[in-house]
């Protein structure tokens, strides 16, 4: 194979993506079966087969069962934002995001206590088996699920405060920046790293994907004075939204 000569199921794909992105094949549309498209490109059943499977993990298609495999309604990217800022009023981001574009949005949580797993206590700088405080978030807008979060904090930091409960207590919903300060720890920095990987079963259940989709995962991890007080894995479909960072220039 010479350089950019691509696989004949690859040029097949690439032919019916154009055809999709176009509108030509408009969504809700029957994509042609696999007898259409071996006669019409003049492939093999292989071919045909191969090039129907790019565009179903490309997320572009979609099986319906006794049905045949149709066009997928393609989202508009709704944006996620991402700040350096500070809210004045002391809510979390996603709050103040939601608060100040008038976005429906809302969100559940529940906390439980568990030992840190290896992962985990090497991101907090903590021994395996150390107790933290896990919160998992399903935050949704106008009612769809957007995004998911699971956050850890040492309970060597938070335990028997007034905050080792993020969403409970008198600063119950703040971030973290806030929440640590009523402890007097000062939170001076924070870590992003954003990567992407086929979302796993449980949540794309949540989010309302479909197996074989992308994710984005935002692992992000608050310091103060150089020590993890607080790490989390935050969840968003690739499909539907794009992380926009919001970052102060000095």
């Avoid at 696999?34 to 292989?46: K, M, N, P």
């Avoid at 565009?55 to 997928?72: F, H, Q």
């Avoid at 998992?136 to 938070?158: C, F, H, Q």
């Amino acid at each position: 194979m010479s350089f950019g000569e691509q696989p004949a199921y690859l040029r097949v794909a690439s032919d019916l993506r154009e055809k999709i992105v176009n509108g030509s094949l408009p969504p809700h549309t029957r994509l042609p079966s696999q007898a259409r498209i071996r006669e019409e490109y003049g492939v093999s059943d292989t071919v045909a087969l191969e090039a129907r499977k790019v565009l179903m993990a490309e997320g572009l298609v979609e099986g319906r069962s006794g049905s045949g495999t149709y066009v997928r309604e393609r989202p508009v990217p709704r944006r996620v934002a991402r700040s350096g800022f500070r809210p004045p009023s002391g809510a979390s981001p996603f709050r103040q995001e939601q608060a100040e574009g008038g976005i429906r949005g809302t969100w559940e949580s529940s906390s439980e206590q568990e030992g840190a797993s290896p992962e985990i206590a090497a991101r907090l700088g903590i021994q395996r088996g150390d107790r933290v405080m896990r919160t998992r978030y399903l935050y949704r807008d106008a009612g769809e699920p957007m995004m998911i979060s699971t956050s850890w904090e040492p309970l060597e930091v938070t335990g028997r405060t007034p905050v080792m409960l993020p969403e409970e207590g008198p600063l119950g919903g703040c971030g973290v920046v806030e929440r640590m300060a009523a402890i007097d720890v000062v939170v001076d920095n924070v870590v992003e790293e954003v990567g992407a990987r086929p979302g796993l079963a449980e949540e794309l259940l949540a989010l309302g994907g479909v197996p074989g989709h992308v994710v984005m995962v935002i692992e992000r991890t608050y310091y103060a004075s150089g020590r993890a007080v607080e790490t989390a894995d935050v969840v968003v479909p690739a499909d539907r939204y794009r992380v926009a960072y919001h970052l102060p220039v000095k």
